[in-house]
Nanobody, 119 residues
Framework: QVQLVESGGGLVQAGGSLRLSCAAS????????MGWFRQAPGKDREFVAV????????YYADSVKGRFTISRDNAKNTVYLQMNNLKPEDTAVYYC????????????WGQGTQVTVSS
């Protein structure tokens, strides 16, 4: 059974930083792209970042470019999202995803972790 478990969310003041982790189990994703998405209250889920299977390529939503960094450790079957200079508009539930099917479609999803940024 494949599981993606996010951790690292919490409450932080604007300008602060958080590092999210997503540990995968049940199969290895070392040959699959992995990504992060988020969903704010009352809004649709939106793309945040994606990283290639090797970690050599990554892409970001314009809203987080220059502030967030996605990385992965294939030996640990884990993907990370370093979030710096957080803004109140970054408040959302953050989901990791694995095994990319299309630009925004992934086969596996985590349960999400809450990130709240206070002003």
């Amino acid at each position: 059974q494949v599981q993606l478990v996010e951790s690292g969310g919490g409450l932080v003041q604007a300008g602060g930083s958080l590092r999210l982790s997503c540990a995968a189990s049940g199969r290895t994703f070392s040959s699959s792209a992995m990504g992060w998405f988020r969903q704010a209250p009352g809004k649709d889920r939106e793309f945040v970042a994606v990283i290639s299977w090797s970690g050599g390529s990554s892409y970001y939503a314009d809203s987080v470019k220059g502030r967030f960094t996605i990385s992965r450790d294939n030996a640990k079957n884990t993907v990370y999202l370093q979030m710096n200079n957080l803004k109140p508009e970054d408040t959302a539930v953050y989901y990791c995803a694995a095994d990319q099917l299309t630009v925004t479609a992934f086969r596996y999803w985590g349960q999400g972790t809450q990130v709240t940024v206070s002003s």
